[in-house]
């Protein structure tokens, strides 16, 4: 039964990760960036996937832009430590990756890493241990330096490995088997 204004209500987002290839509740979360007005509505929605992802043991991918302090709050409130998850192409601050560790989330990164202004960013990914880093490529937007311009594709998530690697200190091969063992460990896919 869908819930208000045609939106899923949580038992039938509990139904449809029945599915055996569903892995994961979302993307979900809030974004605050360019939303004028009401946002409770961004707000219930994202209780809803919370409450969902509990229910159905599944993890969850979250989003969150200009809205970092009340997306924490929230999963704090609604026991999102309870499934996990990971913390979706990320360009929060330190302080927000160690609140959502302590969530038990993931951090993701995706090609923002390799762009110029991304100096913040890049150290987060310095002080994030590797077992909690996650690469994405977010297609097809976010292409990586030197891809800039062009939609981002899957392929190009190497770009994103090559700069983590470069800022860790460590072979790109430790970046890719550290991020598919987390990948795998995380949301445990059909084989």
């Known amino acids: ?8 209500d949580a038992d039938e987002l509990i139904a449809l990760a029945r599915h055996p290839r569903v892995v994961a509740i979302g993307e979900t979360g ?6 004028t007005g ?6 219930a929605r994202f209780r809803t996937h919370i409450r969902a992802a509990r229910a159905c043991c599944k993890p969850l991918i979250i989003h969150t832009r200009a809205a970092a302090e009340d997306t924490l709050a929230i999963m704090q409130e609604e026991g999102a430590a309870a499934t996990g998850g990971v913390m979706h192409c990320f360009t929060e601050s330190l302080a927000v990756a160690q609140r ?3 969530l038990d989330f993931q951090i993701s990164i995706s090609g923002i890493v390799t762009f110029n202004n991304a100096v913040a960013l890049r150290g987060v990914v310095d002080a994030v241990p590797l077992e909690r880093l996650l690469i994405e ?4 937007y976010l292409a990586p330096v030197p891809l800039r311009g062009r939609s981002n594709e899957p ?3 190497r770009y994103v490995a ?4 470069r800022i860790k200190g460590v072979p790109l091969a430790t970046v890719a088997q550290s991020t598919t063992a987390n990948f795998f460990s995380l949301f445990r896919p059909p084989r």
């Open 100 to 102: 959502a560790m302590e």
């Open 1 to 8: 039964m869908r819930g208000p204004g045609n939106e899923p």
């Open 155 to 157: 392929a190009y998530v």
């Open 137 to 140: 490529t977010d297609s097809p």
């Open 30 to 35: 809030l974004d605050y960036y360019r939303q």
């Open 162 to 165: 090559d700069e983590i690697a």
């Open 38 to 43: 009401d946002i409770e509505w961004q707000r």
